[in-house]
């Protein structure tokens, strides 16, 4: 049995239970530095992390449709072992109304209403911002997970076909940002520090950037004032994530904020050689 002290997983979800191939490099860095590492999903066997100095959540998708059992899981992983990220960043990333926190201090982000799942109340933003069409999102979700553009017309059908965890949870109702034809920016950060980014284009007549749509991905190198920009992001979080991935497009030199995810985003390792050693010796450090 592993050294306790050197043991470290990497969780998964049931549906996949192996380490993706990007994770998988992270894993064999942390064992080049002395470390076991294994993958066990969040929501199969707990005795899989009971001997674990660190337990990183990596790749536990689908948490969002048993939202209560993941946060009751995170919730007993941060009190057994070391939780990567800290518990108060998952609960601060569980709900996509950290959105309005970080427009509260003052990053920019899509103009954004939280409201319950009703056509009345979704049609109401429209009525007030005079919007002709608009993103709307479950407050819980990821991975463009019932994410529709809807026009105000189609207000009532949209509503129909959203999820039952954005009719319980209530949505986001977001500016649609054209700019997202030219691809969203996937800024990635090690302690704090940027380490690398990816370009994720859309397919076209299509506005979602995840991999199930159909986007195409390509590594950028994008300037330091960009960057700094998803650093600042980063900065008015509760505290220093280990691992983050600021998405956003850029409009007149300045980047907006869509999503910063700090819970389990894919982190592209696999487009940059030295980004698995930089996010090893991140976690080590942590230590």
Same mark, same amino acid.
């Given at each position: 049995?592993?050294?306790?002290?050197?043991?470290?997983?990497?969780?998964?979800?049931?549906?996949? !239970?192996?380490?993706?191939?990007?994770?998988?490099?992270?894993?064999?860095?942390?064992?080049?530095? @002395?470390?076991?590492?294994? @993958?066990?999903?969040?929501? @199969?066997?707990?005795?899989?992390?009971?001997?674990?100095?660190?337990?990183?959540?990596?790749?536990?998708?689908?948490?969002?449709?048993?939202?209560?059992?993941?946060?009751?899981?995170?919730?007993?992983?941060?009190?057994?072992?070391?939780?990567?990220?800290?518990?108060?960043?998952?609960?601060?990333?569980?709900?996509?109304?950290?959105?309005?926190?970080?427009?509260?201090?003052?990053?920019?982000?899509?103009?954004?209403?939280?409201?319950?799942?009703?056509?009345?109340?979704?049609?109401?933003?429209?009525?007030?911002?005079?919007?002709?069409?608009?993103?709307?999102?479950?407050?819980?979700?990821?991975? @463009?997970?019932?994410?529709?553009?809807?026009?105000?017309?189609?207000?009532?059908?949209?509503?129909?076909?959203?999820?039952?965890?954005?009719?319980?949870?209530?949505?986001?109702?977001?500016?649609?940002?054209?700019?997202?034809?030219?691809?969203?920016?996937?800024?990635?950060?090690?302690?704090?520090?940027?380490?690398?980014?990816?370009?994720?284009?859309?397919?076209?007549? $299509?506005?979602?950037?995840?991999?199930?749509?159909?986007?195409?991905?390509?590594? $950028?190198? !994008?300037?330091?004032?960009?960057?700094?920009?998803?650093?600042?992001?980063?900065?008015?979080?509760? $505290?220093? !994530?280990?691992?983050?991935?600021?998405?956003?497009?850029?409009?007149?030199?300045?980047?907006?904020?869509?999503?910063?995810?700090?819970?389990?985003?894919?982190?592209?390792?696999?487009?940059?050689?030295?980004?698995?050693?930089?996010?090893?010796?991140?976690?080590?450090?942590?230590?």
């Amino acid at each position: 049995m592993p050294n306790r002290a050197r043991a470290i997983v990497l969780a998964t979800a049931a549906g996949q !239970p192996e380490i993706t191939a990007s994770d998988r490099l992270y894993a064999e860095a942390l064992e080049r530095r @002395g470390f076991s590492v294994v @993958g066990a999903p969040w929501d @199969g066997p707990r005795a899989a992390f009971d001997r674990a100095a660190a337990v990183v959540i990596r790749s536990t998708w689908g948490y969002y449709r048993a939202s209560n059992a993941f946060r009751d899981w995170t919730e007993a992983m941060a009190i057994a072992s070391r939780l990567f990220n800290p518990i108060g960043l998952v609960r601060w990333n569980l709900r996509k109304d950290y959105i309005g926190k970080l427009a509260a201090a003052s990053v920019r982000v899509p103009q954004t209403h939280f409201v319950a799942c009703e056509a009345e109340a979704i049609d109401k933003v429209f009525g007030e911002t005079g919007w002709s069409r608009a993103v709307v999102k479950p407050l819980t979700g990821a991975s @463009g997970y019932s994410v529709e553009l809807v026009a105000r017309e189609r207000v009532a059908d949209a509503v129909s076909r959203l999820a039952t965890e954005a009719r319980t949870g209530g949505v986001l109702v977001q500016e649609f940002l054209p700019e997202i034809a030219d691809g969203e920016l996937s800024l990635i950060y090690f302690d704090g520090v940027f380490s690398h980014a990816v370009r994720k284009r859309p397919p076209q007549g $299509e506005f979602r950037v995840n991999s199930r749509f159909g986007a195409r991905r390509s590594a $950028e190198v !994008p300037s330091r004032a960009v960057t700094e920009q998803g650093a600042a992001a980063l900065r008015t979080l509760p $505290e220093l !994530p280990l691992y983050a991935r600021v998405d956003g497009v850029m409009r007149d030199e300045a980047l907006i904020v869509i999503e910063v995810e700090v819970l389990e985003p894919a982190l592209f390792l696999d487009f940059d050689p030295g980004s698995a050693e930089r996010f090893a010796a991140a976690t080590i450090a942590r230590f």
